[in-house]
């Protein structure tokens, strides 16, 4: 037997499995659990949109497929839409950068054929050598541009990695919510798709907290040190 964390709204739920039973079979045990239309939510395993026509085997990793269990983070697509974005420009990007690699790698084989080139003919006059030393350079270069180019991108291209789950929870206990957020964004951004959830919050002088430090809303994820899976602290000072 298999099993599968469903990780949403900050709770796991678990649903066991055949390792060749399909997401989609499984992803129905997850729906009939939680009592939700699937088809409103998105499901995410290793930073990327799972392909439901897989099964457990096939999608999980070498480490995942020896436990015999997968995470999945799984989100409502009212609040996806720019994930999905992220997601599609960033497979974009990874396409490029893969195409460039290759790129990268032929030229080096032409270099190294030119420099064993130059080893031979030597002895026949400095005039040849030149002339393909200035081969080797213009090669040099259009590395360098094809190196250059995919950092070139828009912004709004993310790494997977930088996409990251970050847990909330109340000083009076009463928030516990997990959101699934991008490191570029801006804490004040996180902090609303927190208030929508519980808007009551939006009536309170809200001080956030990572490991006793205070968080900086106008500063990014990453500018302020956040990891997937921290957690933060809200201490919420009620007004008169």
Known sequence: MAKVEFLYNGFKIDVHCNEYDTLENIILKFGSKIKKNIGNLCFLYGGQIINKHLTFIQLANSIDRQR??????VTDNYNNSNTFEVLNENKKLKEKIIEAN???ESQKKEIQELKYQISMIKSE????VNSLMEIIDKKDKQIKQLRDKPNNKNVNSVNFNDIKTVQFMSMDSKVHFAIACIGTETFSVVEEKLYKEYPEYRETNNVFLLKGNVIKRFKTINEN???NGDTIILNADYYD
């Open 68 to 73: 015999k269990i997968i995470s999945i983070i």
């Open 102 to 104: 290759q790129k990268i």
């Open 125 to 128: 006059g400095m005039t040849q």
């Open 225 to 227: 040190g956040i990891k």
